[in-house]
């Protein structure tokens, strides 16, 4: 079973930029579309960006288009998630997991992800 671990997350300031990781065990890992998933305090998880097993093609949440940018390095079994022009509302844990069809891996602990002045 693929194993996720998040990291990269921390306390910024609105404007600010944050790189999401999320490095999986696993060399099947790079068969998989991903996405990055985020979870606010009393709300549902909701998937924010998704990028196919090639990596040749991502999608975004309305909310995050031109702020977000996911990306891969398949040789690394890593998915990253590059945050810009922050805002607070995007204050979560964030996850990654499969996305776009298939079941999903266990979950892993997320990263925390706060915007604050």
């Known amino acids: 079973q693929v194993q996720l671990v998040e990291s990269g997350g921390g306390l910024v300031q609105p404007g600010g930029s944050l790189r999401l990781s999320c490095a999986a065990s696993g060399s099947i890992f790079s068969l998989y579309n991903m996405g990055w998933y985020r979870q606010a305090p009393g709300k549902q998880r909701e998937l924010v960006a998704a990028?196919?097993?090639?990596?040749?093609?991502?999608n975004y949440a309305d909310s995050v288009k031109g702020r977000f940018t996911i990306s891969r390095d398949s040789a690394k079994n890593t998915v990253y998630l590059q945050m810009n022009s922050l805002k607070p509302e995007v204050t979560a844990v964030y996850y990654c997991?499969?996305?776009?069809?298939?079941?999903?891996?266990?979950w892993g602990q997320g990263t925390q992800v706060t915007v604050s002045s």
């Open positions: 990028i196919t097993s090639s990596g040749g093609t991502t």
């Open positions: 997991n499969r996305a776009l069809g298939g079941n999903s891996l266990n």
